[in-house]
């Protein structure tokens, strides 16, 4: 079966799984911050695929939105139609100004894609919740801070009976839920949680992406240490050493994994899910997250510049921001080269989960990758989006790895987020005599 009749499976397979159960999601109309962004368009180019019918508005800082609509109704299968997505310009999502909260107001759901939120106060959230019409919101957030923030303000969102996903993206997100399932497929109790990622390039994400790994840099490492919650100034960006992006099974997927991502060198990154998924799943022993580029020599050279740079540099956003700024025209063309290649904007993510003392009691691996780190982001945050516009289920603020621990909406999700265009590989959960090393 080639490529483009698998995705037609895929397609056909998710529609199927994801007929809906409320026939109001036709009708939602869904409010995209960030929307001209690179993750934000995929977003929106996903949501059009699932539901035609769907009402959208991109959100951006510009005077005009054209380009952005363009592409999302370029790159939906059924051409779509203009009068089903607008765009709004405002200034920042980072301040209750009057055109913000009427945009939010008048959405059944909002989905916040404008990063960074480092060092941000999660006023989309909080519009949502005290809203009226608003029952659905879905970011793609990473910084513990701003999660923490967030789940500060469950009990509001139960009051207005408001559903909110947070960290709802690739990795974050899929990859939380990936962690639970694997985790319920474990024998015994949870030791440790590793987290690996992997992206070509930027993976078609923008620059906007290299400019966050650089404020990561200067951010702690948040993981478990033997069951207790830490914090190591000096691990982020650390590499770690090399990653096999694949299991010893014999599927089509995990051998085209082998094939086109393979082992990959991975260094130290704050991602959230290394502390709230050991929580969650009460891990007893340690937990990490950690991701790696291509080409090779993108590693090697962050791995140096962290090296040399002071934390609180990085920390800076004018500093990292100039970095990302300087970096960007050698980056992008690296990444037409990764194109030109074959490499394209790959994307891959391993998430292993041990029982008992360095894995003697073996683990649970799953494997997942897609052809692009952009899509995939976008996809993710769209089915999340959809999940709780067609199952609400109970009101509140939630990590995904609380929201999907009950198996049946696990299952239910994983079928939807696993089974999108351009995902090549889904390894489901792998049972392993001996639990892998560390890197």
């Known amino acids: 079966m080639n490529a483009l009749s698998e995705n037609i499976v895929r397609f056909t397979v998710l529609c199927s799984i994801i007929f809906l159960q409320n026939s109001n999601a036709l009708s939602s109309t869904v409010v995209i911050l960030g929307g001209t962004g690179r993750i934000g368009t995929a977003v929106a180019s996903h949501l059009l695929q699932r539901l035609p019918e769907i009402k959208i508005v991109l959100v951006g800082r510009q005077p005009e ?66 809203s009226k019409r608003c029952r659905a919101y879905v970011d793609v957030s990473d910084p513990l801070p701003f999660l923490e923030t967030s789940l500060l303000m469950d009990e509001d969102a139960k009051k207005t009976k408001t559903t909110a996903l947070i960290a709802a993206g690739a990795f974050p997100g899929m990859s939380n839920v990936m962690a639970v399932e694997a985790a319920s497929k474990l024998k015994g109790a949870v030791n440790d949680i590793r987290f690996n990622y992997f992206t070509a390039g930027l993976g078609g994400s923008g620059v906007v992406n290299l400019y966050i790994t650089n404020l990561g840099f200067g951010e702690p490492m948040v993981q478990y240490d033997k069951g207790e919650l830490r914090f190591f100034q000096a691990l982020s960006g650390l590499l770690l050493g090399k990653i096999d992006f694949f299991l010893p099974v014999t599927d089509e997927g995990n051998k085209l994994v082998k094939q086109r991502v393979g082992s990959q060198t991975v260094f130290a990154w704050p991602f959230p899910e290394a502390a709230t998924a050991a929580k969650v799943l009460k891990a007893r022993g340690n937990t990490y997250a ?137 390894t489901g959960a792998v049972t392993l005599e001996v639990a892998p090393d560390p890197p």
Not at 345 to 369: C, F, K, P, W, Y
């Open 290 to 426: 950690a991701m790696g580029t291509a080409p090779e020599i993108w590693n090697d050279m962050l791995g140096i510049l962290v090296a040399l740079v002071p934390r609180r540099l990085w920390r800076n956003s004018r500093f990292s921001k100039f970095m990302a700024d300087f970096s960007q025209p050698l980056v992008l063309l690296t990444d037409a080269i990764l194109k030109w290649n074959g490499v394209g904007e790959t994307h891959a993510m391993r998430i292993d989960v041990n029982s008992g003392l360095n894995g003697q009691n073996g683990g649970v691996s799953i494997v997942q990758a897609h052809d692009s780190f952009r899509q995939c982001v976008g996809q993710s945050c769209a089915e999340f989006a959809l999940d709780i516009l067609q199952n609400p289920g109970a009101a509140g603020v939630f990590i995904p790895e609380q929201r999907y621990r009950n198996d049946e909406d696990r299952d239910r999700i994983l079928k939807r987020l696993t089974n999108t265009p351009g995902t090549f590989c889904y």
């Open 65 to 130: 939105g054209k380009k952005a609509i363009n592409e999302v109704l370029q790159s939906s299968p059924h051409g779509g139609e203009t009068g089903k997505i607008h765009y709004a310009q405002v200034e920042t999502v980072w301040a209750k100004t009057e055109k913000l909260e009427k945009l939010i107001e008048d959405a059944d759901c909002v989905i916040h894609t404008a990063g960074p939120y480092l060092d941000k106060h999660p006023i989309p959230l909080e519009l949502a919740i005290k």
